[in-house]
C-alpha cells in the first residue's frame, strides 16, 4: 500500500499530523505498537494551556492550537470546555511575580485579571482561605479529558477513507519511504513522522540521541468524584507552579520564589513537584504532578512523592473527598533547550518531537504547520523548526 504520509506513533502528536494531513486529501497511515494509545496523551491534566508558554511563537502557536482543539472536538464529537485557570497566591512574592507578568508586555495577548483574596474565592470557592494573598485569573484556558479525547480522535479518524490505522503494529525499520514491521509487512509512503515520544529508542535511536532529548517521569493521582454540587471550575495553578513553566522567567520576584522554595521546601525542588488540579467530567479532580530525570527516573512510584503532591495541594485547596482512586505515571521527552523538535533525520523522514509537557498545547498548531509545508508532499522538503 502506498501512501502520501505514515506517522509512527498515536499519540497527539502522531494523531494531529494525520488529521492534519487527511483534511487536506492526503492518504496517511498511522502505524502504533500497542492496541491503543497508552502514552503520556493520556497521562496527563487535559489542560490546553497558553499561560504557560512565552510570548512570541510559542504563545501564538499555543492559542493557534486551542481553536484547532474546538475544530476537532466538533469534528470528532468530544467536549473541548473553555474553562480558564486561576493561579492561586498563599505568599506575598507569589502574588508579586503575578502581578509582575500580568502588567508585561509579555502577557498582552492573554485575557488576565489580577484578584483579591476575596475575587479569587469568588472564581475559584475551592481555594484555601488560609494565608491566601490574592491570584490571578485567565479566560484564555481550555480543557478536554484525555483519555476521551484521545480515543474520539481515534474513531474519527478510523472512519475517513484516506486514514489507515495499523495498531499493534511494531515498526521495525524505515528507509527511503519504506516502512517495516516486525512481522515482515512492509508500506510505502512519500513522507515519514516519527513521532515516538518517550518510546524513541526503537527507530532511529541515534538521531534522537542528536537532539538530547531528556526523558521525564511524572506522578499524577486522581481523586474520587466529588459532591455532585462541588465543582472546581478553573484549572488551578499554586505558587509553586510559576517555577515550572518558562512564560514567568521574565518576572524579576521569581527568583525570590525560587530561593524561598529551595531554602524551605528543597524536598519540592529535588522531585520537581509544583501542584496543579483539574476536573474530569465524572467530578473527579486531576492532582499533580512531580518530574524526576534522566537517571533518576526509576521504574517504581515514590510514595513521598505522592504524600508530598498531597501535602500542597491541601496547602491551597479544599477538597470534600481526598481519597484517591487512580495512581499513574506519565512519561515524555523534552528538549534540552527548545519547545520541540522538527528535524529531517533521512531523506523524507521527520522526527518531531520534544514537546515536554506541552504536547497537549502545541502538537495540534505544531502539526498543521509542518503539513502546511507539504502542500505538493511528494517534492517540498519541511525546512529544520524550533525555538
Not at 207 to 216: E, S, Y
Request: net charge negative; charged share 20%; aromatic share 8%.
Amino acid at each position: 500500500m502506498q501512501y502520501d504520509l505514515a506517522i509512527i506513533g498515536s499519540g497527539i502528536v502522531g494523531l494531529g499530523h494525520a488529521w492534519a494531513a487527511a483534511r487536506r486529501g492526503y492518504s496517511v497511515a498511522i502505524f502504533e505498537a500497542n492496541p491503543r494509545p497508552e502514552g503520556a496523551s493520556i497521562r496527563n491534566f487535559g489542560m490546553i494551556w497558553p499561560i504557560g508558554q512565552p510570548a512570541g511563537s510559542a504563545r501564538e502557536l499555543s492559542l493557534r492550537n486551542q481553536q484547532l482543539w474546538r475544530e476537532l472536538g466538533k469534528a470528532a464529537d468530544f467536549p473541548v470546555e473553555t474553562c480558564g485557570s486561576v493561579f492561586l497566591a498563599h505568599y506575598e512574592d507569589e502574588m508579586q511575580v503575578l502581578k509582575e507578568f500580568a502588567g508585561s508586555a509579555c502577557s498582552r495577548d492573554l485575557d488576565l485579571k489580577l484578584l483579591s483574596p476575596a475575587e479569587t474565592l469568588q472564581h475559584l470557592p475551592a481555594a484555601n482561605p488560609n494565608g491566601l494573598v490574592g491570584g490571578l485569573y485567565s479566560r484564555t484556558e481550555c480543557r478536554v479529558h484525555p483519555p476521551t479525547a484521545i480515543t474520539s480522535i481515534v474513531s474519527c479518524l478510523s472512519d475517513l477513507p484516506n486514514v489507515d490505522l495499523h495498531f499493534e503494529t511494531p515498526v521495525v525499520r524505515v528507509h527511503d519511504g519504506s516502512i517495516q514491521s516486525v512481522e515482515g509487512k512492509s508500506w510505502s509512503a512519500d513522507r515519514v513522522v516519527i513521532a515516538s515520544g518517550a518510546y524513541f529508542k526503537h527507530l532511529f535511536p541515534k538521531q534522537h540521541r542528536d537532539q538530547q532529548f531528556k526523558i521525564c517521569k511524572l506522578q499524577m493521582m486522581l481523586t474520587v468524584p466529588q459532591p455532585e454540587q462541588w465543582k472546581l471550575g478553573p484549572h488551578m495553578a499554586s505558587g509553586l507552579t510559576l517555577r515550572h513553566y518558562s512564560a514567568f522567567d521574565i518576572c524579576p520576584t521569581l527568583t525570590q520564589v525560587r530561593q524561598r522554595v529551595a531554602t524551605t521546601m528543597p524536598e519540592l525542588d529535588r522531585y520537581g513537584i509544583h501542584v496543579m488540579a483539574s476536573s474530569t467530567p465524572n467530578g473527579e479532580l486531576i492532582l499533580g504532578d512531580s518530574h524526576e530525570y534522566g537517571d533518576d527516573i526509576e521504574p517504581f512510584d515514590k510514595e513521598e512523592i505522592d504524600q508530598l503532591i498531597l501535602r500542597e495541594i491541601h496547602k491551597v485547596l479544599q477538597i470534600p473527598q481526598t481519597s484517591i482512586a487512580r495512581r499513574w505515571a506519565g512519561i515524555y521527552a523534552k528538549h534540552p533547550q527548545a519547545m520541540y523538535c522538527v528535524k529531517e533525520i533521512k531523506p523524507r523522514t521527520y522526527l518531531v518531537n520534544g514537546f515536554g509537557g506541552n504536547g497537549m498545547t502545541l502538537s495540534l498548531a505544531v502539526s498543521e504547520s509542518v503539513i502546511e509545508q507539504l502542500e505538493d508532499i511528494k517534492n517540498l522538503e519541511i525546512p529544520e523548526n524550533s525555538f
